[in-house]
């Protein structure tokens, strides 16, 4: 049986303790029984100990790295047999000495989420963007809080794909509501008649082009993707997909658009393509109501990614 190992860092009251408690541990992935807590540092948000026997888990706490090597999570695989491990670990530790240790043969690293606080983000971009970035380069996901009006979204999010282009990243606002991304928050320009998606930019494309289709509508779009029809689909038409990674390893899925072609076209299942079509809003009699519609215009042979997999932001 495999364990998994979570970790949830970030610099300290940035939202850790939130995320674990309000996202991670509500996670329909997450398995019964103890739930090994490894707390790196005590902020403002505590964990009660009627939380922790609700959820049935039992915390350590951890006051130095050092202790935590491989006698350490042996002993800890010996003595609590935990279902899940999850670490919140301190921002100002190095996370390649946490993701280098030696584990147990049955633990698994299943996921790294960062928590950043928007109040301070401007700061530390201005002052100490390096580090910043470097306790975010491993991360799945990323929750920026506490986002005033005005916080430099676009600029963060650039900053932060140079490091790590798979990260997924979501704002929130003061208020802990998910900041809708803005045309400025997007990595591709949508102003003129095409809009060339890179590889890594595919998610972000798919959730936005069906929350706000007027920006793509009528627009020539280009992007790599792989070939796909459905049972029962037309010749006539296909799926250009991509796997998309929401949230960790075991809710990657296949998600494109359908495609016409205008005539019969031959495709080769999961065949790499570069896909040029033109965008539509319509209703399909086999898809139901409104969605996202792509024409074809061209379509060539292209090179599999370096990464497969995508996110969605």
């Known amino acids: 049986m ?15 303790t939130t995320m674990i408690k309000e996202t991670l541990m ?3 992935w997450i398995e019964p029984g103890l739930t090994l807590l490894l707390m790196c540092e005590e902020g403002e948000e505590e964990y009660t100990q009627e939380y922790l026997d609700e959820k049935e888990m039992v915390l350590l706490k951890i006051d130095d790295i ?47 989420y960062s928590t950043v606080d928007g109040t301070t983000l401007d700061m530390y971009l201005t002052n100490m963007r390096n580090m ?29 794909k140079v490091q790590n282009p798979m990260a997924q990243l979501i704002f929130e606002g003061i208020d ?21 998606i890179e590889d890594m930019d595919f998610g972000i494309w798919y959730v936005d082009a069906y929350d706000h289709p007027e920006l793509y ?35 990657v899925r296949y998600y494109g658009y359908p495609c016409k072609a205008g005539k019969k076209i031959q495709i080769s299942k999961r065949a ?26 061209d379509m060539e042979p292209a090179e599999k990614p370096s990464e497969e997999v995508v996110y969605l932001g």
């Open 2 to 16: 495999v364990t998994p190992v979570f970790v949830v860092t970030g610099f300290l009251d940035s939202g850790k």
């Open 26 to 28: 509500e996670q329909e």
């Open 66 to 112: 050092s202790q935590l090597n491989t006698v350490f999570f042996k002993n800890c695989e010996k003595n609590y047999h935990p279902a899940q491990i999850v670490i919140e670990y301190n921002g100002m530790w190095k996370l390649e000495d946490l993701l280098t240790i030696k584990y147990p043969r049955n633990f698994e690293l299943q996921g790294v």
């Open 132 to 160: 910043l970035m470097e306790q975010l380069a491993e991360s799945e996901l990323i929750v920026v809080n506490r986002c005033a009006e005005g916080v430099d979204r676009s600029g963060f999010r650039r900053a932060l």
């Open 176 to 196: 802990g509501k998910i900041i809708e991304p803005s045309e400025e928050d997007l990595p591709y320009d949508v102003k003129g008649d095409k809009i060339v």
């Open 217 to 251: 509508l009528h627009k020539e779009i280009e992007f790599k993707a792989q070939t796909f029809r459905p049972r029962g689909m037309k010749d006539d038409m296909f799926v250009p997909v991509r796997q998309i990674m929401t949230c960790c390893a075991a809710d």
């Open 272 to 297: 790499w393509v570069r896909v040029r079509a033109r965008f539509e809003y319509e209703s399909l009699a086999a898809f139901g109501s409104k969605q996202p519609v792509l024409y074809l215009i």
